[in-house]
């Protein structure tokens, strides 16, 4: 079945660094969908990718869509405390009939 | 306009129980999933409902666990005979459609002693 794995899975920064985490699939994705968990909270939806190549910018937060729609990245510049939590992808595979939700990778941020 | 709520927020049972868990999702949406989210691990899909569909229920981990719908309204999930390995928070989510933006309530912390 479709495998999504998240690397790293957990990521320690000062506050100021730059923050990367991938999202691998092992088969070719329909679209690819963005979720952030705050500690102790719920996972809340923060953007879609759809094309191949796709690049989508909010504030500090660039979201990109390979070429191969197999992988997907989300970049932070110059991360706060307020960016602390677990960042989940979530692939939708190519038949568009099933989403799965990746490993997540913890970013954890200190002054 | 209103999230979506679950029910109760917090449930301790005695191993070989059963509970039930229950979700109200945003009005209109026709979408409605169930994950399970063990401490620091990540979402683990269990089943999810579109429309007058048959649902999906290809993420179940085992025949004690089932799920209705009715209509696009109120989502139930009953845990028969609770072992303590389904010790976890219970979330739902719904979205307009399948597979737009989901939306996720607070959750269920359920505990089997």
């Not at chain 2, 025949?63 to 009715?70: G, H, P, Q, V």
Request: glycine share 10%.
């Amino acid at each position: 079945g479709q495998q999504v794995m998240q690397i790293p899975q957990y990521q320690h920064v000062q506050e100021g660094e730059d923050f990367t985490t991938y999202c691998n699939s092992s088969t070719t994705l329909s679209n690819i969908q963005w979720y952030k968990q705050r500690p102790g909270g719920h996972p809340v939806f923060l953007i879609q990718l759809v094309k191949s190549g796709e690049v989508k910018k909010q504030k500090r937060l660039t979201f990109q869509f390979g070429e191969a729609k197999k992988n997907s990245s989300l970049h932070i510049t110059a991360t706060q405390t307020t960016d602390v939590g677990t960042y989940f992808c979530a692939g939708l595979d190519g038949t568009a009939s099933k989403l799965t939700f990746g490993t997540g990778t913890r970013l954890q941020v200190t002054l | 306009g209103a999230g979506v709520s679950q029910s109760p927020s917090n449930k301790v049972t005695e191993k070989g129980k059963d509970v039930e868990l229950r979700c109200d999702p945003i009005s209109g949406h026709t979408a409605l999933y169930w994950y399970r989210q063990r401490l620091g691990q990540g979402l683990e899909f269990l089943i999810y409902f579109q429309g007058n569909s048959a649902p999906d229920k290809s993420g179940l981990p085992s025949d004690r666990f089932s799920a209705e719908r009715t209509g696009e309204s109120v989502s139930t999930l009953t845990i028969q005979r609770t072992q303590q390995e389904d010790s976890a928070v219970y979330l739902c989510a719904s979205s307009l459609v399948f597979p737009s933006e989901q939306y996720f309530g607070p959750g269920t912390r359920l505990t089997v002693t």
